[in-house]
């Protein structure tokens, strides 16, 4: 009896054995395609980002687009652009904020994420960031003179 016993668990080994095997090829290849198409887009990707670069570098070439070329629709908000902005053009947030037409309070607010600016700031902002730090600066002393000339008049 033992003998029946070890050639039918042999058996069951067997056809076990075979099942799995035909389970598994067909999963190693969806994996091999899978890897493929992985690499194809990873392929697709490294061009694409060659193809920015380089539109990139043609748009400097030619110069940048003023801000009645860029659509405010488009235009996004972070905090941290905004910080970023007013301090690569070396202003405080009182500065920044006579140059875009509010209080540095709001200024403030916007670099901590407590509140957004509406569609008119929005479009200061956008107008703000293609400016450079001389630039910035010569804008906000022309509107500090108009504020001492408009006190002087009353």
Known sequence: M????AILKE???????KEVKAEVSSTKQAVAKH????TTLKRALSQQEREIKRLQKQIQQQGQPSVEEVPLEN???SGRSVKAQRTRLGLSAADYGKLVGVSGLTVYKWEHGKSRPRQAQLAALVAVRGIG???????????????QRSRGRR
């Open 75 to 77: 235009a996004r908000f």
């Open 2 to 5: 033992p003998n029946v016993a």
């Open 35 to 38: 890897r493929g198409d992985i």
């Open 133 to 147: 730090k001389r630039e910035g600066l010569a804008k906000l002393a022309e509107l500090k003179g108009e504020k």
């Open 11 to 17: 058996e069951i080994r067997r056809l076990a054995k």
